[in-house]
């Protein structure tokens, strides 16, 4: 069996790890953990409160009794660039030598400053030259790199890859059939959203106004204190038969510029792809779980199925481990540990 990894996910609200091993056939999860987020942020200048942060981070992987220090963490997409590029065929070693160059011409900052990786996600028939490939880049800043490596050594784990939540979150989507589809993650202050076609990941856009933005719209409609509102979001969500509707209507103003950012992101794959349309939507992050999301989503962006991403699915679980209610929380540090 191979050795374990540690998928750690750091969100602004709550810090998620899994400890998963692989098997011949998937993957087997051994254990899993949340524990709150102490200073609210992923990365914080205060030496006071990155002590705080790296505290809470050994009492998650502790939970988990780790069987290895070997981690991969999660990156927020505010702190990574991804693009799809097209670029002429080339063998491996062209790709290689010229992807430096490439990337230049999409990513907006000096490339001397950023850690780069890319991979091919199509090319043309083998032995072809005719056509054009395409080519996933990511790149984040040196800085934040270093910083995250910084932080799990104080934590004493080695950090073999670093990459974003929704590449990661996108994993778990290994059984899915070759429609497109979009995966629209609701955290607690971004909503990331990532187009999913023929397995592999197309684009992605993320905006500055999620679970948190939610919460405050509902203070502000109905005059609640801010746990209130926090647990009316939990309880009532956007279904209209639920307290006549009133949640709904405090939080519509907010969810409602949410979806509109999302049809953005359908509507710049289906501009470049014409032939092929978004009918699916999978939701994930913590606010994900409010009732009525469905059908509301379905609604607003015209697709004909949302579901609740189950990272879950496909994998075994060690005896006496249970999904957990909120399941769909863990898709990042799922995906995360199920990288190679």
Known sequence: ???????????????????LKATGKTFIVRALSIVSNPIGRVLSDSASEQEKLVAQIKT???????????????????????????????SESELSSAIRWEA???????????????TVLSRPTKGTREGSMEVLLVAAKQDTVNRFADMMSFVGMEVIGIE????????????????????ANIGATTSDFAVISEKRLNLTYSVPMAGVALTRSIESNLGLAAMQAEEYKRAY?????????????????????????????????????RNKKIQQVV??????????????????????????INPFQGLDLSPGLKIPAEATVYSVAIGLAMGV
């Open 237 to 273: 969500g956007i279904d209209p038969r639920l307290m006549e509707g009133k949640v709904r209507n405090g939080l519509m103003p907010v969810f409602s510029a949410i979806m509109s950012e999302a049809k953005k992101a359908i509507n710049a794959f289906e501009s470049v792809k």
């Open 104 to 118: 230049e011409q999409h990513i907006p900052v000096p490339i001397s400053e950023v850690q780069l990786d890319y």
């Open 283 to 308: 939701l994930s992050g913590g606010s994900a779980l409010m009732p009525g999301i469905s059908t509301e989503t379905a609604s607003q962006l015209g697709v004909s199925e949302v579901v609740l």
């Open 1 to 19: 069996m191979a050795e374990e990894i540690i998928g750690l996910d750091i969100g602004t609200s709550s810090l998620k790890a899994v400890a």
């Open 164 to 183: 974003p939540g929704l590449l990661a979150s996108s994993r778990c989507f290994s059984l899915n059939g070759e429609t497109p589809l979009l995966l």
């Open 60 to 90: 998650l992987i502790k939970n988990l009794q780790p069987e290895s220090n070997k981690i991969r963490v999660g990156l927020a997409e505010n702190q990574v660039f991804t693009r799809v590029i097209s670029v002429p065929v080339l």
